[in-house]
């Protein structure tokens, strides 16, 4: 009796122990991958100002381009990793693509599109348009899925601002486009990804399967209609929407997005130097990117450490990514890590002025 219950319980243990080290997401072999060129670069003046990890840093990975070419690489940048916010400006590309082909339409109200919420959108919250939502302009204020630190903490009362009047960034507005995205478009945001975006990029680490609607592991679960979607890819894909938007939404010799979506989702749409976000190098937003008019900078970021920096005039894209997990073994190791949040923006911002004092 006492061997059958102790096999049982080994053979439950290893059972808990195999699913916890599954990955979420496992890298594809795309039959439209193509490989990045690389142009050649003396990286040290790079090293000294956006130096590599230390022996049992992080896992992170590094790239620049200069156009479509690669002048500078570090870690292991094949790894798929979670995007965390950054997925918003994707969903933004996507969205550009959808309104290309006349799938959406962004002056569309909540009301028009019969979007509500668990706790029900009043009348002036359903005036909000998806414009509106793309810019954080909204005016709802609801608890969503995967919201952290101060979407939480500065959240504005419920109904103190009327749509399009203030900028709050929360995931109500990003979680909801992704639902009026699928209703809109009829397509599930990965397989339209895929099609629209990954096969004309030839990423090499993407497929539909790379997009994940639900929950996120070690999030309290909320009470909504909006999932929050993940997407996973790996640096050297992220780094080739990067290069795209840097050079106006073409990307070999094909316009992948439209230069007028490009030029609407990249400009200032908030002023943000009177706002509750106090991230000093961000002065703007767009359509769910972050800007520093200042330095002509686009960025994105993500939570965990994940930062682009594109730079449209001098067609550079620059980004450092860190894997925050990719199973419930390997993300929990990196929530209990003393050193998840260790490396800023502000070496991406360092590099970025070595590369003009040396491209130029």
Known sequence: MLKRVFFSSMFILIAVVVIAALPRVSNPEPASQTELDRAKFNSDAIEAVWPAPKAGDRIRSRMILRGEKVIFEDGPIDLIM??????????????????????????????????????????????????????????????AAGEHDSQITDRPKRGQHKPNEYFFSNNFDANALGTIFTQETGYQIGTFMDTYLAK????????????????PWFWPSKNTLHLQYYMYLSTRDFARIGAMIAQGGRWNGKQIVSQDWIALSTAQHSDLTDNHIKYTVYDGAGYLWWLDSKNGRIWTDGYGGHFMLIDPVRDITIIERNFTGNSYLSTLRWLKSDNKFSHTRSGLGAAHKVLIENLE
């Open 200 to 215: 004309p990029l030839g990423m090499q680490d993407f497929n539909a399967n790379n997009v994940i609607m639900g929950d």
């Open 82 to 143: 979670n995007t965390h916010s950054m997925r918003k400006s994707v969903l933004s590309i996507l969205y550009g693509i959808a309104v290309d082909k006349g799938l959406i339409d962004l002056d569309k109200t909540l009301h028009e599109l019969a979007i509500d919420e668990v706790t029900p959108l009043t009348e002036q919250e359903k005036t909000a348009t998806i414009r509106d939502l793309l810019m954080f302009r909204s005016g709802i204020y609801l608890p």
